[in-house]
């Protein structure tokens, strides 16, 4: 890819990401995200041949652009499972915030749109399967709980970190992300350790 089609590529997933975080949820059209990226609707095509694509290729850029793997990587390289989980609710508990905005409106616009349907579902398995890993690391430890199996294990923890739940403790609520972050780790750890 040519520096010209990267840079192009960048502006429309960076215009993609500011109408979704600033716009109202379902306003953001592929003639909406040209308008913004100041190119025409067959330059976006010609990256994104549709709306799936193109939303599902911002998301992965804004993981790209803070950096996801770098903020994963502790809780990838933990010593035991125990520190897995409590680093993996750390990472992501800490990024949600990050992507909050762009989160709020696939969220809003998943149940009548098959291409944000799509990509919430692309992003909820990359959240799922961050959330096996740590269960996986407990199983092989001998910590995790023998009241789970290693699904639902994964399920329980799936639903702990979900945004949903983060936006109902921190924005509905009024929790701090300080509290947020210990308060998941202890109930995960409640919920699925034994040590």
């Not at 500011?18 to 379902?26: A, F, M, R, S």
């Not at 996801?68 to 915030?97: C, F, H, Q, T």
């Amino acid at each position: 890819m040519s520096s010209e089609q990267s840079d192009t590529r960048s502006k429309i997933l960076q215009s993609a990401s500011d109408l979704l975080e600033n716009g109202t949820p379902g306003d953001v059209r592929m003639s909406d995200v040209a308008k913004a990226a100041g190119i025409s609707r067959q330059a976006l095509y010609l990256h994104f041949p549709n709306r799936a694509d193109l939303l599902i290729a911002t998301v992965r850029y804004l993981d790209q652009l803070n950096n996801v793997d770098k903020g994963l990587a502790p809780s990838r390289a933990a010593g035991s499972g125990i520190e897995r989980l409590e680093l993996y609710i750390a990472a992501w508990g800490n990024y949600v915030p990050k992507i909050y905005g762009n989160a709020r409106a696939l969220m809003a616009m998943k149940d009548t749109d098959d291409a944000v349907a799509a990509t919430w579902e692309d992003r909820q398995q990359a959240i799922r399967h961050g959330c096996e890993a740590a269960i996986k690391a407990l199983k092989k430890d001998g910590t995790l709980s023998p009241d789970h199996t290693v699904k639902q294990a994964t399920d329980i923890l799936w639903m702990l970190v979900s945004i949903q739940n983060w936006e109902h403790l921190t924005k509905t609520c009024g929790w701090s992300q300080k509290r947020y972050v210990e308060t998941t780790t202890r109930m995960a750890k409640t919920l699925l350790v034994v040590e």
